[in-house]
């Protein structure tokens, strides 16, 4: 089975402007989560999909983040308008059901300059 | 919430050494997974441990549930073990929580 796929890789953007990054979860899998690892600390988690509902999404930083899953499939999250601290590495995963494992995309390295 | 620790923090060893990494977690956990980011940023899952033993290679991890930590040990270790090996905590509802890491570099 195809993996879980993020775009794009890497993404560098000016401080004020506009990101939208990509996951594709694995085909069938309800649950969608996106983290992030900000200036090599732990991974933080930031919101969890099942289907196209936001379960929780106590981890999102602020406002200037937006998580969408239109038709429970893809997931896009955007990040308007960016600014430096925002930089790292964002991880999507997907999960069959609750508590099986998670498969990790691998990530999208957004700096903002 | 959960609380999830790493040990050691960064470890430095010499190619064909063996390690053991350690996470303790505060509270009851559904599941336990341990992950290796490689030096290109890549999570690559390396086991899913709820409890007992499991090897792939010369890589292996025990989970004691009842006392609260996982072990990952690294035999004969290699170049390319090097990373950041995190260890990820299922709770009883959806969410993951990630150590810090523990950074590893093996010298050749």
């Known amino acids: 089975e195809a993996g879980v796929t993020q775009f794009p890789s890497h993404s560098v953007i000016e401080k004020g402007q506009t990101v939208t990054l990509r996951c594709d979860p694995i085909?069938?899998?309800?649950?969608l989560y996106w983290y992030r690892r900000v200036m090599g600390k732990e991974i933080k988690f930031l919101l969890h999909?099942?289907?196209?509902?936001?379960?929780?999404e106590s981890g999102m930083p602020n406002n200037r983040f937006l998580a969408e899953r239109t038709g429970g499939t893809y997931s896009t999250l955007k990040v308007q308008p960016a600014e430096l601290e925002d930089s790292g590495v964002y991880f999507c995963?997907?999960?069959?059901?609750?508590?099986?494992?998670?498969?990790f995309g691998n990530g999208t390295r957004l700096t903002v300059t | 919430g959960i609380q999830v620790e790493q040990s050691p923090p960064d470890l430095i060893l010499q190619e064909g050494a063996n390690s053991t990494l350690r996470c303790n977690f505060s509270?009851?956990?559904?599941?336990l997974q341990w992950f290796h980011q490689n030096p290109w940023g890549q999570l690559i899952n390396l086991f899913y441990?709820?409890?007992g033993t499991k090897q792939n290679g010369r890589l292996s991890a025990t989970t004691v549930a009842t006392e609260r930590y996982s072990l990952l040990y690294i035999s004969s270790s290699q170049t390319t073990d090097s990373g950041v090996y995190f260890c990820?905590?299922?709770?009883?509802?959806?969410?993951?929580?990630f150590g810090a890491g523990t950074r590893l570099f093996v010298k050749a």
């Open positions: 995963a997907s999960s069959h059901t609750k508590g099986s494992p998670l498969h």
């Open positions: 999909f099942v289907k196209e509902s936001k379960q929780d």
């Open positions: 441990i709820p409890s």
């Open positions: 085909s069938g899998h309800d649950n």
């Open positions: 990820a905590a299922h709770t009883g509802g959806f969410k993951t929580i």
């Open positions: 509270d009851s956990v559904n599941n």
